[in-house]
């Protein structure tokens, strides 16, 4: 079965700094899909960004970028100048393709405190 | 579009009592999911429905729990007798699933909190 851990419980960082999320999966498929989702205190989970393993480039999105690691099974989640609102819960999920490829595996979380 | 809808988004019952969470999907949305979050196990699928039909229950925790999906925007999940094991955060999810890629991208509702005492 497909975990995902997030070995990062909680981290923080000053505002306007940047700071990297870790994850790492275990999965004996080639070809799958990775996740970074938002959780607010508001409570609604937001995509952040989504990346496709046979891609080898990175994904971005503005300030939010990924190291994608394939071989190591890393996908860490880096936050350039970071804002206020970016004060959150941040799940890595994972999911391949094919008749179960509704299912998507979360990690546990990382909560992200932003210090003024 | 107003996105995923669930009702109520905090509901506190009382032990024994029947809860029914409710969710209307995106438009045009042909699969909806349910999560639980909890603490303790962080997030659990429920049930998946694909074109109205449930395709996966396997995470429904037991015969207390029942979903139904009459339409294709409209489902509810059922809690009948509730406990206070039960107390989480009940998520539904939508998404438009084309084929098996697993490309395509959940979009979730803003949850509805249970608290069973």
């Known amino acids: 079965a497909q975990t995902v851990t997030q070995s990062q419980p909680e981290m923080s960082v000053q505002e306007a700094e940047t700071v990297t999320l870790s994850c790492t999966y275990d999965t004996s498929e080639s070809d799958y899909y990775l996740f970074w989702y938002k959780q607010p205190p508001s409570r609604q989970m937001i995509l952040v960004i989504r990346q496709e393993a046979y891609k080898q480039q990175n994904a971005t999105e503005n300030r939010f970028s990924v190291n994608f690691q394939k071989a190591a099974k890393s996908f860490s989640l880096k936050i350039s100048d970071s804002q206020l609102g970016d004060a959150a819960m941040y799940f890595c999920?994972?999911?391949?393709?094919?008749?179960?490829?509704?299912?998507?595996?979360f990690g546990k979380g990382t909560k992200l405190s932003v210090i003024p | 579009d107003a996105g995923v809808i669930q009702s109520p988004r905090h509901e506190v019952t009382e032990m024994g009592q029947e809860v029914t969470l409710r969710c209307k999907p995106i438009?045009?949305?042909?699969?909806l999911f349910w999560y639980r979050q909890t603490m303790m196990r962080g997030l659990e699928l429920l049930i998946y429905f694909n074109n109205n039909v449930p395709i996966d229950d396997s995470g429904m925790p037991e015969d207390r729990f029942s979903a139904k999906m009459p339409n294709a925007s409209f489902s509810t999940l059922k809690i009948q007798p509730s406990e206070p094991r039960d107390s989480a955060v009940y998520f539904c999810?939508?998404?438009?699933?084309?084929?098996?890629?697993?490309?395509?991208?959940?979009?979730f509702g803003a949850g509805s909190r249970l608290t069973v005492l």
């Open positions: 999810a939508s998404s438009l699933s084309r084929d098996n890629s697993g490309a395509n991208v959940l979009t």
């Open positions: 438009s045009g949305h042909n699969s």
């Open positions: 999920a994972y999911r391949t393709p094919g008749a179960g490829s509704y299912q998507l595996t």
